[in-house]
């Protein structure tokens, strides 16, 4: 079995006016390989991100509710609501803006993934996925919709799966994890039982996993959570604000 790890998130203010729940990086957890930024953003209308520097990862935006309105010196210049998914590869460097709906409010969450040294150069770019390219997958009791993953429109230059799952009271889901890969489960409403824990809103395991293993989620309540998996590059992460060098 690999090793489980409780995590809390931490309330950081960014940007122009933003509360977020931040699961890293925080004093007590900088990353987790490849992932170097997990925030679960809620911008009112009239705050947001205004136009700032990135360089070395990639980065997804993923909307709950609500919507982002995403521009970019690339010449990018694209909104995505609920369901979606905005996504830009920072590469040797690059700037955007992300500002919410104009009304009621943009929840959602932002993922940062590094990219291997060997790709640190690289030009950057920009892609996105409305919530009808994005895989929906139904089971009894419950839905999958895969952001990063197999049928995923979404392609990265590091190998994850990243998935949004909801899940009805007393209704189980299976999840497998591949070998050596590192695993986030992340809930983002009601309560679920894995194992030993249970896990509230705002909750999640940290999963090393050293060798494949299948999971069994079952939600105490009606629940939704994200989960992520990725290879990490085991190479050390120099993250200074915007940059990851």
């Keep these: 079995m690999g090793m489980f790890t409780k995590a809390y998130t931490q309330e950081t203010l960014e940007g122009d006016g933003v509360a977020v ?9 900088m990353n987790f390989d490849p992932f170097v930024l997990w925030d679960h953003f809620n911008i009112t209308a009239g705050h947001g991100f205004p136009e700032h520097p990135h360089r070395g990862f990639e980065a997804i935006t993923y909307m709950l509710t609500g919507g982002m309105h995403h521009q970019d010196n690339l010449g990018n210049d694209a909104f995505v609501g609920k369901g979606g998914a905005q996504v830009f590869c920072a590469g040797r460097g690059m700037a955007h803006s992300e500002m919410p709906a104009a009304k009621g409010q943009s929840i959602g969450i932002q993922l ?8 640190k150069t690289i030009k950057p770019s920009y892609q996105q996925a409305l919530s009808e390219n994005l895989p929906l997958t139904p ?21 994850i799966t990243y998935q949004h799952v909801t899940l009805e009271q007393n209704k189980h889901y299976q999840i497998y994890i591949n070998h050596g890969l590192n695993a986030i489960i992340y809930v983002l409403s009601g309560d679920i039982v894995l194992g030993d824990e249970t896990l509230g809103t705002t909750e999640s395991l940290l999963i090393k996993a050293n060798e494949a293993q299948n999971l069994s989620i079952k939600a105490k309540t009606d629940s939704e959570f994200m989960f992520a998996s990725g290879i990490p590059h085991k190479q050390p992460i120099y993250q200074h604000g915007p940059y990851v060098d």
């Design 21 to 29: 729940n931040r699961l890293f990086p925080i004093s007590k957890r």
């Design 112 to 119: 940062w993934i590094n990219l291997p040294k060997h790709l």
């Design 139 to 159: 089971f009894e009791g419950g839905h999958c919709r895969t952001i990063v993953g197999e049928a995923s429109p979404i392609k990265l230059h590091t190998n």
